[in-house]
């Protein structure tokens, strides 16, 4: 049977042609991995592809116009179609980046207060000066779960957070006030493959039209397995519980 997760519940089509809506169960971990990141990751996937379709109009537009719109030597309006070729897409992937690692951060906190609510837990959360927010959640988290979130994850999304504060707090310039920031080189580095690099002069980060799709394909591994977990932990609680009772 084929679902559709939607804000609506769940839309399961029949092999009739029917179509039946359920309500998630949070204690399945499909259900709950939608309920708390699926459904905004969805929208931050339509976002990406609205935006890159809707470039390509523009370009096209300009073409029809003037064939020669993207040659500065020729164009009667290359300032504007650089900026629609460049610049416009140049900035989207950056406001995207961005909001997707705060939905990071915001649905991990979001994640470590379920795993206390429902796993009747009192865990708080550390206050570490030298850590970063994303270090001290993913902390509480493994409090919480007992368990060992993957060091790969850790040291991946570590990396995607140096990426994040170079892009907000220096407009993703490398070299800042004559001084190379070597912490963002080596995160561009580890992040290889993932579409972020440097720019020709070495200078700026740049994200390819593909490195916001990897970072959501990032965070729906991440928290697949952190519902998965969850669950498992819940229901291994659960049972523990029952025999107790008996």
Request: net charge positive; with cysteine.
């Amino acid at each position: 049977m084929e679902k559709e997760y939607t804000r609506f519940g769940i839309n399961i089509k029949g092999v009739m042609g029917g179509t039946l809506t359920k309500a998630y169960d949070i204690h399945q971990t499909e259900d709950f991995y939608y309920s708390i990141v699926g459904l905004e990751l969805q929208d931050f996937k339509s976002y990406l592809d609205d935006m890159i379709l809707n470039v390509k109009k523009l370009k096209d537009k300009l073409i029809e116009t003037d064939n020669y719109a993207f040659n500065f030597l020729l164009s009667e309006n290359y300032e504007y179609a650089h900026r629609i070729d460049i610049r416009y897409p140049h900035l989207l992937r950056n406001s995207v980046f961005i909001s997707l690692y705060s939905l990071l951060e915001d649905v991990l906190l979001r994640f470590f207060e379920n795993c206390n609510y429902r796993l009747k837990s009192n865990v708080r959360l550390k206050d570490k000066k030298k850590l970063s927010i994303l270090s001290i959640v993913f902390m509480g988290i493994e409090e919480v779960l007992n368990y060992k979130i993957p060091k790969s994850f850790k040291e991946e999304f570590s990396n995607y957070r140096k990426i994040r504060n170079c892009i907000v707090h220096k407009r993703g310039y490398v070299i800042w006030g004559q001084k190379t920031d070597e912490n963002v080189l080596n995160a561009i580095y580890n992040l290889s493959g993932k579409g972020i690099s440097l720019s020709e002069n070495k200078r700026g980060i740049i994200l390819d039209d593909k490195a916001c799709y990897i970072f959501i394909k990032g965070i729906e591994k991440l928290f697949r397995l952190l519902c998965e977990t969850l669950v498992k932990t819940e229901k291994s609680l659960d049972s523990t519980n029952r025999n107790h009772d008996i």
